[in-house]
């Protein structure tokens, strides 16, 4: 499966803004689904999952201000922001993982979001 992320740009503190992560080659629903974000200088770390059932779960930095979802008709997983901080700024990837797997196998190729304050 191929995973397009879309949706970064440029906001001010405190705004929002929707990423969007599209599918190519095989169904969404056949994958639980995350987000991540590497800041500049630091480590991937993980924001938000997405499972089979839709259950979710966050990270805590961004609980209660991020929404992960799904639309499995369009093969599409969205990460909703909102309460945007500066801290938020990173490169944003989606990934998946097929049942069973211990790892995300397969990765998006990132978009930026960039949060003034």
């Known amino acids: 499966v191929q995973l397009q992320a879309s949706g970064g740009g440029l906001v001010q503190a405190g705004g929002s803004l929707r990423l969007s992560c599209t599918a190519s080659?095989?169904?969404?629903?056949?994958?639980?689904m995350g987000w991540f974000r590497q800041a500049p200088g630091k480590e991937r770390e993980f924001v938000a999952r997405?499972?089979?059932?839709?259950?979710?779960s966050y990270a805590d930095a961004v609980k209660g201000r991020f929404t992960i979802s799904r639309d499995n008709a369009k093969n599409t997983v969205y990460l909703q922001m909102n309460s945007l901080k500066s801290e938020d700024t990173a490169v944003y990837y989606c990934?998946?993982?097929?049942?069973?797997?211990?790892?995300?196998?397969?990765w998006g190729q990132g978009t930026l979001v960039t949060v003034s304050s």
């Open positions: 990934a998946g993982r097929v049942r069973g797997s211990p790892k995300y196998d397969y």
């Open positions: 080659g095989r169904t969404l629903s056949s994958y639980a």
């Open positions: 997405i499972g089979w059932s839709s259950d979710t």
